[in-house]
């Protein structure tokens, strides 16, 4: 079982419309978990972190976190064409990052 | 600030040949990272450094060795080059281990031929 798991995708979604992206996690032992937006031929970018369990927004991006399920989630909402990227799902279990395999999003006009 | 500076951006070795990729930083980091990341994957952890003179093993360290002589540089040694190591190698900085994301430098994409 991997430690950090998402589908890969493509999730095309219409311009306008919400993307939802899922991933879990193995580590029960984990705190700490990220959201990142990776372009294509560029680094990782942070999105969002959240820490406890419930919902936290910032702007069009709502991140979720639920540890008894082990599962953490990121809402886009408004999708535009420049969210067309691919989206990592990081985990901290102790003091390093575990990446998922990402999400490959495609937000059509 | 510059941020995570990394070079060289494009390498190509040859089957054998050893390179050193270079990973700065200038937030005053204590911990840094070398991750890689091969077509249409996540990344994977090489090597990582809580303080300079500290480093250990990631989850795919074979192939690659590291140094943390100083907090700011923390560089990659890649000895006898294998077509395995093809990859994009991402160097990363974070203030602390737990409660801060990452910032990546811009990247090195290497090809082993």
Redesign the interface.
Known sequence: QKE?E?N?GPLSVPEGAIASLNCTYSDRGS??F?W?RQYSG?????IM?I?SNGDKEDGRFTAQLNKASQYVSLLIRDSQPSDSATY?C?V?P?????????TRVLVKP | NAGVTQTPKFRILKIGQSMTLQCAQDMNHNYMYWYRQDPGMGLKLIYYSVGAGITDKGEVPNGYNVSRSTTEDFPLRLELAAPSQTSVYFCASSYTDRDYGYTFGSGTRLTVV
């Open positions: 950090v998402q890969s705190q700490s990220f990142y560029k680094s990782p970018e942070l972190s820490y990592l990081a901290n102790g003091n390093k990052l575990t990446f998922g395999g990402g």
